[in-house]
């Protein structure tokens, strides 16, 4: 658990003990972040329901990490569930750890089971600038949002140049890497833009329905994040349109190999069937028959025109097939 603490005075804790967590929300004016991670669950739930007194289904609902973007107004208080993103390139992957926010007029309070860039990176750069605590805690929420947006921007570029490697890839050899490739991408696509849709929404309502926490002022931070979402919602949506055409040119390619595969089997056959005749219409037989006499057909001349014959003919007809351009 990480405390920062900004006083009515100015002065910033980041090592304030949990015990003047009740004096610090006291103190009018100050400004105060509680991020909480998934090693002290046990205090963390102590301190959500005993020092902020927030209610207990919203205390459940952020220990139960089964929930997906959404907003609750609780008057003096909003509850907020948010999505982060850690993105595999090797697998094309992507993990959406639960962000839980807790935003009051002077305090902030996070709760996440995993790491999540996004509040580290707002949390020291809150640290080390001070001007950042000046704002409101509004102010900050904005900063965690619209580092998490970034993030999903950064991944979808990535996803992006991870589909072209595996559409050149196709276009070289289409194997079954290839579909594993591309239905993994599809589906971390689908995820991303079933978050991103309710995420949008979230941002939606902070930025135009009317919180008793929320300032006229705080709404314009939130639209500009919703901006940003919305061009990371129209990325995706055409990033899922480029997912289905790789799928459909992984189909094509694959028929145009079978279709080469059986245009040579075609070709071989069709090469090997005048020999099929001849040999078929002497029997490959050179011996002089008894009941009749056959000479000119058993003796030597004949025995080297046929073979001639059986050497030219599929020589002559591959030569015809390629002049037609069948080949």
Known sequence: MRILYRSAKGEIHSDLPAEQLPAALQEEGG?????????????????????????????????????????????????????GLEYDDGNYRAHLPELDVFLGTHFLVTF????????????????????????????LLYRIMDELVGHYITT????????????NQILVRPTTQSQGRILALKHTVLRLRRVTSLQREVLNKLARDP???????????????YDHMIRLYELIDGLRDLVMSALDLY?????????????????????????????????????????????PWTGQVAYIVTLLLMVLVPVVMFLWMRRRAWM
Request: net charge negative; proline share 3%; with cysteine.
């Open 112 to 139: 996440h089971y995993d790491e999540i860039p996004a509040v580290d990176r707002v949390w020291e750069a809150s640290a080390e600038d001070e001007r950042l605590l000046e704002n409101n805690c509004a102010y």
């Open 251 to 295: 189909l094509s390619a694959l028929n145009n190999r079978m279709n080469e595969i059986m245009k040579t089997l075609t070709v071989i056959t069709t090469l090997f069937m005048p020999l099929t005749f001849v040999t078929g219409f002497f029997g490959m037989n050179f011996f002089q028959p008894v009941l009749a006499s056959l000479a």
């Open 156 to 167: 979808v570029e990535a996803l992006e140049e991870a589909l072209e490697r595996v559409e």
């Open 31 to 83: 400004i105060l972040w509680v991020d909480i991670n998934g090693d002290s669950v046990d205090d963390g739930a102590r301190i959500l329901s005993d020092v902020f007194a927030f209610h207990h289904l919203a205390v459940d609902d952020t220990i139960n990490e089964v929930h997906l973007p959404k907003v609750d107004d609780w008057h003096e208080y909003l509850y907020l569930v948010l999505r």
């Open 211 to 225: 919180y008793t926490v929320l300032e006229d002022a705080d709404r314009v931070y939130f639209r500009d994040v």
